[in-house]
């Protein structure tokens, strides 16, 4: 490949609107363009490179016996609202109808179409299946942003695994996660698995795959002493003991005005009673039933863990008429005790608690010596807090670190949900019908791209592991209207590609300092600089990317030499 008719469209200064150091790079080195917010269009070098991801992906699902399909992306409501996603997905699902007036979608993801074609597997003996596809995926994200880290359009690796049962579902799950493992290796990510929440997915667990990086989404609580690791979403910590109960208080809670209060913080400081002995009462509406979450005063809500225990489609804090409708106060003097209308829900931090401090419903009033178990209707105990650094690791104690993470990839235990919804069934060996066990396993194939430069990237631009890297040459001719530069440089071109090196040559008639840097910029892990000064001595250079090392090379050692670095 020729430079000079290759469209690399490379920027000289940064865009404004790139807010991430991948979007910066991608979009100044050539590799992509926005069309309209949340939607690239992917230019030559990027889509040698997405090839290249696509390629280590499809290999490593190939390996463990997985099998490629390509299913539709525009979808029939049915399936869907037969799993009961339809209504669920809310406003992320693009919708649209068909001339008949026949409601469709464009595909989120594909459990319930994956679960449609395995209604014919029949039986048993036909499992278990792996099966897995490269598709475009659409999501309404309401704010699209980091260029190709969340998009509106993309696509995603998906696969999905059918089983006869439980035990084979763990099989395959634990078959997926090594080969995650190798792919993330291969892509130069240092993915870290940790337990995650399954969202909208449903099933009895899943694992991200997820790597540090300040850019990152996601909040991952790790324990490097004993390797512990979980999204914010999951994570838990151990309570010291002294914090688990509390001495007792008085026969039942006793009212004292606090007027003016209206934080944790007020109370504290004005009450004599520290946050971890208060009762922090919200009120949320879930699913249209306004219901009462109850944590330590010291202690954040972390609303995934709510809608993962109570299964919530529709969540949001309620508004404060609804709240003095339903408990007669305001914000900052609410409680639970003596309510028995409302749903309560509590964190398991404070089970067993005693003499605490709550709010009277009462504006200005607040409540001592309350005795959670005795004084409070407590419908459901949940894991509802959100970890914080220093905390100590629910396995090993020692203090867990917190640090942002962009997730790569998912892999989810889906069990029978979706086959019992779309009746995906088999014979099982005694003749009966029993609904397939499903995981669910994805890699967002631009996103992948993004966060390798992410991580590998440098202030002169991208540096491109070699297994991705659009070429893993660069021929440059310093001085492209010399002939004797062009003649070497050509040879060594031509010798390269003849050697199985994937090679581009930058034969434009610009100064060697651009050229210099639209490769450093783009990303190619090695350059070949051929000129007038070298080629007197016989000798031409060759550039690490990685490094900026510069080495001699004479000219017929150019090939085995470059051969020997790419490791052919």
């Given at each position: 490949?020729?430079?000079?008719?290759?469209?690399?469209?490379?920027?000289?200064?940064?865009?404004?609107?790139?807010?991430?150091?991948?979007h910066?790079?991608?979009?100044?080195?050539?590799?992509?363009?926005?069309?309209?917010?949340?939607?690239?269009?992917?230019?030559?070098?990027?889509?040698?490179?997405?090839?290249?991801?696509?390629?280590?992906?499809?290999?490593?699902?190939?390996?463990?016996?997985?099998?490629?399909?390509?299913?539709?992306?525009?979808?029939?409501?049915?399936?869907?609202?037969?799993?009961?996603?339809?209504?669920?997905?809310?406003?992320?699902?693009?919708?649209?109808?068909?001339?008949?007036g026949?409601?469709?979608?464009?595909?989120?993801?594909?459990?319930?179409?994956?679960?449609?074609?395995a209604?014919?597997?029949?039986?048993?003996?036909r499992?278990?299946?792996?099966?897995?596809?490269?598709?475009?995926?659409?999501?309404?994200?309401?704010?699209?942003?980091?260029?190709?880290m969340?998009?509106?359009?993309?696509?995603?690796?998906?696969?999905?695994?059918?089983?006869?049962?439980?035990?084979?579902?763990?099989?395959?799950?634990?078959?997926?996660h090594?080969?995650?493992?190798?792919?993330?290796?291969?892509?130069?990510?240092?993915?870290?698995?940790?337990?995650?929440?399954?969202?909208?997915?449903?099933?009895?667990?899943?694992?991200?795959?997820?790597?540090?990086?300040?850019?990152?989404?996601?909040?991952?609580?790790h324990?490097?002493?004993?390797?512990?690791?979980?999204?914010?979403?999951?994570?838990?910590?151990?309570?010291?003991?002294?914090?688990?109960?509390?001495?007792?208080?008085?026969?039942?809670?006793?009212?004292?005005?606090?007027?003016?209060?209206?934080?944790?913080?007020?109370?504290?400081?004005?009450?004599?009673?520290?946050?971890?002995?208060?009762?922090?009462?919200?009120?949320?509406?879930?699913?249209?039933?306004l219901?009462?979450?109850?944590?330590?005063?010291?202690?954040?809500?972390?609303?995934?863990?709510?809608?993962?225990?109570?299964?919530?489609?529709?969540?949001?804090?309620?508004?404060?008429?609804?709240?003095?409708d339903?408990?007669?106060?305001?914000?900052?003097?609410l409680?639970?005790?003596?309510?028995?209308?409302?749903?309560?829900i509590?964190?398991?931090?404070?089970?067993?608690?005693?003499?605490?401090?709550?709010?009277?419903n009462?504006?200005?009033?607040?409540l001592?010596?309350?005795?959670?178990?005795?004084?409070?209707?407590?419908?459901?105990?949940?894991?509802?807090?959100?970890?914080?650094?220093?905390?100590?690791?629910?396995?090993?104690?020692?203090?867990l670190?917190?640090?942002?993470?962009?997730?790569?990839?998912?892999?989810?235990?889906?069990?029978?949900?979706?086959?019992?919804?779309?009746?995906?069934?088999?014979?099982?060996?005694?003749?009966?019908?029993?609904?397939?066990?499903?995981?669910?396993?994805?890699?967002?194939?631009?996103?992948?791209?993004?966060?390798?430069?992410?991580?590998?990237?440098?202030?002169r631009?991208?540096?491109?592991?070699?297994?991705?890297?659009?070429?893993?040459?660069?021929?440059?001719?310093?001085?492209?209207?010399?002939?004797?530069v062009?003649?070497?440089?050509?040879?060594?071109?031509?010798?390269?590609?003849?050697?199985?090196?994937?090679?581009?040559?930058?034969?434009?008639?610009?100064?060697?300092?651009?050229?210099?840097?639209?490769?450093?910029?783009?990303?190619?892990?090695?350059?070949?600089?051929?000129?007038?000064?070298?080629?007197?001595?016989?000798?031409?250079?060759?550039?690490?990317?990685?490094?900026?090392?510069?080495?001699?090379?004479?000219?017929?050692?150019?090939?085995?030499?470059?051969?020997?670095?790419?490791?052919?």
């Amino acid at each position: 490949m020729r430079w000079s008719q290759m469209f690399v469209p490379t920027l000289r200064d940064d865009p404004a609107e790139a807010d991430a150091a991948s979007h910066r790079l991608l979009l100044r080195a050539g590799y992509i363009r926005q069309l309209t917010a949340g939607h690239y269009s992917m230019l030559p070098l990027a889509v040698r490179v997405r090839a290249k991801v696509i390629g280590i992906v499809r290999a490593e699902m190939d390996a463990i016996g997985a099998q490629e399909m390509l299913l539709p992306e525009m979808h029939p409501a049915e399936p869907w609202r037969k799993s009961g996603r339809w209504d669920q997905m809310g406003q992320e699902m693009f919708r649209l109808r068909d001339r008949r007036g026949a409601d469709m979608a464009l595909g989120m993801t594909h459990e319930e179409i994956f679960a449609t074609v395995a209604q014919e597997l029949g039986s048993y003996k036909r499992l278990p299946q792996q099966w897995y596809q490269f598709q475009t995926k659409f999501r309404d994200e309401p704010r699209p942003k980091g260029g190709l880290m969340r998009t509106r359009e993309f696509t995603m690796k998906d696969a999905y695994s059918f089983d006869i049962d439980q035990a084979g579902l763990d099989a395959s799950f634990q078959t997926y996660h090594g080969a995650y493992t190798r792919i993330f290796e291969r892509l130069g990510l240092p993915a870290l698995a940790v337990d995650a929440s399954s969202g909208m997915m449903g099933g009895a667990g899943s694992t991200e795959f997820m790597c540090p990086a300040e850019i990152g989404e996601d909040l991952v609580v790790h324990s490097p002493a004993c390797g512990y690791a979980a999204n914010i979403e999951r994570a838990t910590s151990r309570l010291a003991e002294a914090e688990v109960a509390g001495e007792a208080g008085p026969a039942a809670p006793e009212p004292f005005g606090t007027p003016g209060v209206r934080t944790i913080e007020d109370l504290a400081t004005g009450y004599a009673a520290p946050a971890d002995r208060q009762i922090k009462t919200l009120v949320y509406v879930l699913d249209g039933a306004l219901t009462l979450i109850l944590l330590r005063g010291d202690h954040p809500l972390n609303e995934q863990k709510l809608v993962d225990a109570t299964g919530a489609a529709d969540l949001r804090a309620a508004t404060a008429e609804e709240i003095r409708d339903a408990l007669g106060a305001l914000p900052g003097s609410l409680g639970a005790v003596g309510v028995t209308a409302l749903p309560v829900i509590a964190d398991e931090a404070l089970r067993g608690r005693r003499s605490m401090f709550t709010g009277a419903n009462v504006d200005g009033t607040h409540l001592r010596g309350v005795d959670v178990e005795r004084d409070i209707a407590v419908g459901t105990w949940a894991d509802l807090r959100e970890v914080a650094a220093g905390e100590p690791c629910v396995r090993c104690g020692e203090p867990l670190q917190v640090e942002r993470a962009i997730e790569v990839g998912h892999i989810f235990k889906l069990g029978d949900k979706y086959a019992r919804a779309l009746g995906a069934e088999v014979l099982d060996p005694d003749g009966k019908l029993v609904p397939l066990v499903m995981g669910s396993y994805g890699i967002g194939i631009e996103r992948a791209m993004a966060t390798i430069v992410e991580i590998h990237h440098d202030e002169r631009g991208i540096v491109w592991p070699v297994a991705v890297a659009p070429f893993h040459v660069a021929v440059v001719l310093a001085q492209s209207d010399d002939g004797a530069v062009t003649a070497a440089g050509e040879e060594i071109y031509a010798a390269l590609g003849a050697a199985g090196v994937e090679v581009i040559i930058d034969d434009r008639a610009e100064r060697a300092g651009v050229k210099f840097r639209d490769v450093e910029l783009t990303g190619i892990p090695y350059r070949v600089t051929v000129g007038r000064r070298g080629l007197a001595d016989g000798v031409a250079e060759v550039t690490a990317r990685s490094t900026g090392e510069t080495v001699k090379i004479a000219l017929d050692e150019v090939v085995p030499h470059v051969r020997g670095l790419l490791g052919l």
